[in-house]
């Protein structure tokens, strides 16, 4: 299992389009993913989850990845986070 512990940087945290960029990245992968922030525990693989966890610009969250794929979903993830979620 691997652990990303990271900070939102984009201007609109894990909302709408930055939420569906993150899902759109991992959907593919075998791996588990699960996003934790505040207390509250999202499918990484569904747009509806990761919108319910209300994280905004600045959140840190935690990322957890499980799978025979985890090593490239994690240096995937960390990099697009890194980047804005691709946000615009």
């Known amino acids: 299992?691997?652990?990303?512990?990271?900070?939102?940087?984009?201007?609109?945290?894990?909302?709408?389009?930055?939420?569906?960029?993150?899902?759109?990245?991992?959907?593919?992968?075998?791996?588990?993913?699960?996003?934790?922030?505040?207390?509250?525990?999202?499918?990484?693989?569904?747009?509806i989850s990761l919108l319910t966890l209300g994280a905004e610009s600045g959140a840190n969250i935690l990322v957890e990845i499980n799978g025979e794929d985890e090593e490239t979903v994690f240096a995937t993830l960390k990099e697009c986070i890194d980047k804005g979620l691709l946000e615009e």
């Open 1 to 47: 299992m691997k652990k990303l512990n990271i900070s939102l940087s984009n201007p609109t945290g894990l909302h709408a389009r930055p939420a569906k960029n993150f899902v759109n990245l991992v959907k593919d992968y075998a791996a588990e993913i699960s996003v934790f922030y505040n207390g509250k525990k999202a499918n990484g693989k569904s747009l």
